[in-house]
Nanobody, 118 residues
């Protein structure tokens, strides 16, 4: 059983920053890559960034340099630091836990709204 609970979303002005957190629980979390996806209205869910327990990261190309993902394995928590936010970053941000294997498994949080607006 995996549970993912996001926090830290909200309303921020363009150019501002937000830090999202996701607390993961479950016996398999240490074997999972943790990550963030986002879904804007009328658009498909898209990758933001992922990080393995060893610290290897993958970012969406368009977000490199503005967003930083990090992970605290002792607290089973993944963070997303978002800087220089733009209106187009407005979306629901979802925490994801990916357990590799055949078949692989994906688990999702409930999502947290991020709105960038003046």
């Amino acid at each position: 059983q995996v549970q993912l609970v996001e926090s830290g979303g909200g309303l921020v002005q363009p150019g501002g920053s937000l830090r999202l957190s996701c607390l993961a629980s479950g016996s398999i979390i240490s074997r999972c890559a943790l990550g963030w996806y986002r879904q804007a209205p009328g658009k498909q869910r898209e990758l933001v960034a992922t990080i393995t327990s060893g610290g290897s990261t993958i970012y969406a190309d368009a977000l490199k340099g503005r967003f930083t993902i990090s992970r605290d394995n002792a607290r089973n928590t993944v963070f997303l630091q978002m800087n220089s936010l733009k209106a187009e970053d407005t979306a629901v941000y979802y925490c994801n836990a990916h357990l590799p294997g055949w078949p692989s498994s994906d688990y999702w949080g409930q999502g947290t709204q991020v709105t960038v607006s003046s």
